[in-house]
């Protein structure tokens, strides 16, 4: 993550802009990251019931499904932990979050024939 998109997040999340502590804007932010976790687990849904999909690029959205389900409990982890005062855990939560997108993009290399249909979604951390 860099400073630029940290700023271009908070600045776009109307959450952040009445917030007046740090720990108001991570706790924002968290819910923000919480939230694009399940709009991509819903996008890879939408495609899969859309049945356009090729075996393989199926095979990798169930995983990739998978692997969103995982982030968002841990986000949900980490935001606990931040509204406990318990910054280190937290933090291991939301590191164990950020790794989604590039499992699931690693997912569709890994798959033969497949190609990423959430690129774009899987660069909500970046």
């Known amino acids: 993550m860099n400073y630029e998109f940290c ?4 600045e776009s999340n109307p959450h952040c802009k009445s917030e007046t502590s740090i720990k108001g804007l991570v706790i ?4 923000n990251a919480a939230f694009n976790t399940i709009n991509v687990e819903r ?10 999909a090729s075996p393989g690029n199926k095979a990798a959205l169930h995983e990739c499904i998978e692997v969103y389900k995982d982030a ?7 935001l ?9 855990i937290a933090n291991e939560d939301l ?6 997108p590039r499992i699931c993009e ?3 290399k890994q ?14 951390f970046q």
């Open 106 to 108: 690693d997912i569709f």
């Open 95 to 100: 590191m164990a979050a950020f790794d989604a």
């Open 28 to 31: 924002a932010s968290m819910k």
């Open 7 to 10: 700023i271009k997040s908070l």
């Open 80 to 88: 606990t932990n931040a509204k406990s005062h318990d910054y280190r």
């Open 43 to 52: 996008i890879a849904k939408t495609i899969l019931n859309e049945r356009k």
């Open 111 to 124: 798959i033969k024939k497949a190609k990423s249909l959430i690129r774009d979604e899987n660069n909500l």
């Open 72 to 78: 968002n409990s841990s986000l949900n982890k980490a």
